[in-house]
């Protein structure tokens, strides 16, 4: 993605239509995120020392949870026993618990895997120049090994998206802590 394709302004909920770019120059990592009609879609751009492949693909639903990853023709889909969209709008306080089944390529993988995700206090996240009122939501979850897992995210409900997280199991992250240090709109929209 060109520098010439990426505005200077700080983004907004309209901007997510045509996609905004969260850049980390510290690992460098770039991820650009753009809402679709059905939820949020990813794509992460690393330098060298990660393997990208170009097709690989993440949708979130909210910018939160229920993804799919298209990674070496694997499509992991995670289904929950209770709707997900129960949880919002999302207000301090609220919590939503449900038991997940994770398939690849529609083959169960692990079944009744507990989450739970709570929203804490509000709070403002500076990002560059631009700064954005955010929700401090925990994820609570287990690995395959039944470690327990912990993320506190910083969430934008405006951009429908994650600004911060903090958490030992974070991909990516330096000292438990994933935070993105410039994002920049896209000009224009760049895909259907």
């Not at 470690?147 to 330096?174: C, D, F, N, P, Q």
Request: proline share 5%; glycine share 6%; hydrophobic share 40%.
């Amino acid at each position: 993605m060109s520098d010439a394709a990426v505005a200077q302004v700080c983004s907004t909920a309209d901007t997510m239509k045509h996609g905004i770019v969260l850049i980390n120059n510290g690992i460098p990592a770039r991820l650009f995120v753009r809402q679709d009609d059905a939820g949020q879609i990813t794509e992460l751009q690393l330098d060298e020392r990660y393997v990208v492949i170009r097709d690989q693909i993440h949708v979130h639903e909210r910018g939160l949870f229920l993804s799919y990853e298209r990674e070496a023709h694997i499509n992991r889909t995670y289904v929950p026993d209770l709707p997900f969209s129960e949880f919002f709008p999302l207000e301090k306080g609220k919590v939503w618990k449900a038991s997940v089944d994770v398939f690849d390529n529609e083959k169960l993988v692990r079944s009744a895997v507990p989450y739970k995700f709570s929203v804490g206090e509000p709070g403002r996240l500076q990002v560059g120049d631009c700064a954005y009122d955010v929700l401090d939501v925990t994820m609570e979850t287990e690995s395959p090994e039944g470690e327990a897992i912990v993320t506190k995210y910083a969430y934008s409900t405006e951009l429908g998206t994650i600004l911060k997280g903090e958490g030992k199991h974070l991909w990516l992250s330096e000292n438990g802590v994933m935070q993105f240090d410039e994002l920049r709109p896209v000009r224009s929209k760049m895909f259907p």
